[in-house]
């Protein structure tokens, strides 16, 4: 099934809103109580204490008491683990416990052993801040004020361009190289016109001023220097300059690049120099790159992605783009694995790689949550070869993930060695289904080819719901344009 669109929320209202109001409207009940707003308005609707009225409105008369409990149950839950706020944040546990014992951030115990941090109490942090004033759910609400066109080139197993779709955009063109991921964009969208083949060989001129939009995640590659300052002509030869060449066929008010967030420092920083400056030369003004973590849009994963939003120079003075707005809640592997706020069923069945007996063994004494430092040291010692007397913290070696942490970023195979991906509660690396919800697919979403491929196609791509966010904002940035006669 697909992902919910309606998101629960953290949001809620001051109790003095509701000893001072007679009436809220289904909206307001709905953050208040911190429910999916069709059950918040079921429940109250059943009390015989409320009487609805026209337009939407629950009287209050007599439901003080009610609300009270709901606003307790909603400050109780206005919590996170030290774990994940670690994910969140990007710093190590060890680094929140150290907040925790100096008082900067106090972690409480609760009756039931739980350790967590107030998110009240955590105001002076900016990205808990931010979750506070989100907004979130209003730009779920955004729509398209007429068609926009779109192309995409590297569109892979389908992430970007579905996260696009759904925002509202029109694909008239997907261009991919790989045969399966082909395959696999024919097969849920027979309608889309996806163009396989080498991108070296694709004339876009056709589609010159008749497209919004273009986007791309184009591999990172270092660019020849030679000692020189490039320009467009001189990135010849690699991915980008095809991804430059299309924008430059094409001309369309705004483009979108997707890439590793290394991208920023690769090559000393000159890689993304010259990116800069070609974008420039093409007649378009960058937007401040940005590194977007995926936990912080509704993703179970810890990924980041960079993204680069450039608007032609004619358009550009008249227009300001925005950044989505991060969602209030932190997502888990059990969101992603069971029925919730992220989809309305447990995970499906499906193929999955298995280990060979020897590592099932060995993965069966890591608990939920661990990795190779709670092995045996002998058996440690032995799965881990010369990786063992290694620096660094080799934390993805015989990992295990936690139901109640979002999964670490997937790469395109579940059981390296280097980069495990154990299901937190069975021994075996997760199934295609399960990476597939990690990146937030919709259960509908099939992926062709051999299981190889079909990871491969679900850890290059963008989650869904990362996608779906930027697409919004999108959106919102042509919305802008449409309204101004640009």
Request: proline residues 6%; hydrophobic residues 35%; charged residues 25%.
């Amino acid at each position: 099934m697909s992902p919910h669109p309606n998101r629960r929320t953290t949001r809620t209202l001051p109790l003095e809103k509701v000893l001072r109001s007679s009436v809220l409207s289904f909206a307001e009940i709905s953050y208040l109580c911190t429910r999916e707003p069709s059950k918040t308005t079921r429940a109250l609707a059943k009390n015989k204490k409320a009487a609805p009225l026209p337009a939407g409105i629950l009287h209050l008369r007599g439901l003080h008491q009610h609300i009270t409990q709901e606003m307790s149950m909603t400050q109780h839950n206005g919590t996170i683990s030290p774990n994940n706020l670690s994910c969140l944040l990007g710093v190590s546990r060890a680094t929140i416990e150290a907040w925790g014992r100096s008082g900067a951030c106090p972690i409480h115990t609760g009756a039931d052993g739980r350790r967590y941090l107030k998110l009240s109490e955590l105001g002076h942090i900016e990205e808990v801040r931010e979750m506070g004033v989100t907004k979130w759910e209003e730009e779920m609400g955004t729509t398209p004020a007429c068609p926009y066109t779109s192309v995409e080139l590297f569109a892979g197993g389908g992430g970007l361009a579905l996260g696009m779709e759904k925002a509202g955009f029109r694909h008239v063109l997907l261009n991919e190289y790989d045969k399966y991921a082909c395959q696999t964009l024919r097969k849920n969208h027979p309608e889309w016109n996806v163009a396989e083949g080498d991108i070296h060989g694709m004339d876009f001129t056709a589609y010159r001023d008749r497209v919004a939009f273009l986007s791309g995640g184009f591999p990172c590659q270092a660019f020849s220097y030679a000692g020189k300052r490039l320009g467009f002509e001189e990135t010849r030869g690699t991915l980008f300059y095809e991804l430059a060449r299309a924008v430059k066929e094409i001309r369309p008010k705004a483009f979108l690049c997707e890439n590793v967030r290394g991208l920023l420092e690769h090559d000393g920083g000159r890689t993304m120099e010259t990116i800069r400056r070609v974008i420039a030369e093409l007649g378009y003004a960058l937007v401040e790159p940005r590194v977007l973590k995926a936990i912080r849009y509704d993703v179970p994963q810890k990924r980041e992605r960079l993204f680069l939003v450039a608007i032609r120079d004619d358009i550009a003075p008249h227009v300001r783009f925005r950044w989505p707005d991060v969602c209030p809640s932190v997502r888990t592997l059990r969101d992603a694995l069971c029925k919730g706020a992220l989809y309305d069923t447990d995970v499906p069945p499906s193929p999955g790689q298995q280990y060979p007996e020897g590592k099932r063994k060995v993965m069966e004494m890591v608990p939920e949550g661990g990795d190779w430092r709670d092995l045996p040291k002998d058996v440690a010692r032995n799965y881990m070869k010369g990786s063992y007397n290694l620096g660094g913290g080799k934390t993805g070696m015989a990992r295990r993930l936690s139901m109640d942490e979002p999964s670490l970023t997937l790469t395109c195979a579940p059981a390296q060695k280097q980069t495990e991906r154990c299901h937190p509660t069975e021994t075996r690396p997760l199934t295609v289904r399960e990476y597939a919800r990690i990146q937030t697919f919709p259960d509908n979403w099939e992926f062709a080819g051999p299981l190889s491929a079909q990871y491969k196609q679900i850890g290059n791509a963008v989650p869904v719901n990362l996608a779906w966010a930027m697409g919004r904002a999108l959106i919102r940035l042509f919305n802008d344009m449409h309204a101004q006669g640009l």
